[in-house]
């Protein structure tokens, strides 16, 4: 099976700071997604990254896909409150329709 | 469209009992899952389902049965629950693009699980 690892686990920043969330596996994976869970809630799709080396922004979020496939990050600038949550990459299993979760990034932010 | 539902939202079971976890979604989406959520351990995929009449295992499939008779309904069912089951379980849909990659994956409002 194949893993895939988060750092930092837990992330407390003040609102205005920069910060960045890794996903590191030692497999390729096919695709890549990045969710945010909020307390209570399933997760919410951010973004999805196929190509190697792809980088994909939405407003202050950039996330970018390793060449080899086998790592992302999650880049987030000028954090606000409203980021706070639980941040989760999910990497697919060539060809087969599973998705691996990473084990999270618990992120507060401080107003 | 009520996206994807389940029920129920809590739920406690004793040492050994039975019980069905229900999923349904109404996006018409042919790929559906189960995960498990436990602190500190992200979400762990149980078994999957590609279409109607076709399941296969996660990484955690020891203890869950599944189903799909049709394209809206996945249930979940636990044989004989054991404390290690305790989890918050979450039900997924998502369209499938082929050659195994999904569209985004929507995701139920989770069932809290406490087995004694």
């Known amino acids: 099976t194949q893993l895939l690892e988060q750092s930092p686990q837990f992330l407390s920043i003040q609102e205005g700071e920069n910060l960045t969330v890794y996903c590191n596996s030692s497999?390729?994976?096919?695709?890549l997604q990045w969710y945010r869970q909020e307390p209570g809630e399933g997760p919410v799709l951010l973004v999805t990254v196929v190509t190697g080396g792809e980088v994909k922004k939405l407003k202050r979020l950039t996330f970018q896909f390793g060449d080899a496939r086998k790592d992302s990050s999650l880049h987030i600038t000028a954090a606000q409150p409203g980021d706070t949550g639980l941040y989760l990459c999910a990497g697919e299993e060539s060809g087969t329709y599973k998705y691996i979760f990473g084990t999270g990034t618990r992120l507060k932010v401080l107003a | 469209n009520a996206g994807v539902t389940q029920t129920p939202k809590f739920q406690v079971l004793k040492t050994g009992q039975s019980m069905t976890l229900q999923c349904a979604q109404d996006m018409n989406h042919e790929y559906m899952s189960w995960y498990r959520q436990d602190p500190g351990m992200g979400l762990r995929l149980i078994h999957y389902s590609v279409g109607a009449g076709i399941t296969d295992q996660g990484e955690v499939p020891n203890g869950y049965n599944v189903s799909r008779s049709t394209t809206e309904d996945f249930p979940l069912r636990l044989l004989s629950a054991a404390p290690s089951q305790t989890s918050v379980y979450f039900c997924?849909?998502?369209?499938?693009?082929?050659?195994?990659?999904?569209?985004?994956?929507?995701f139920g409002p989770g069932t809290r699980l406490t087995v004694l």
């Open positions: 497999s390729v994976f096919s695709s």
């Open positions: 997924a849909s998502s369209r499938a693009q082929g050659q195994g990659i999904l569209d985004e994956q929507f």
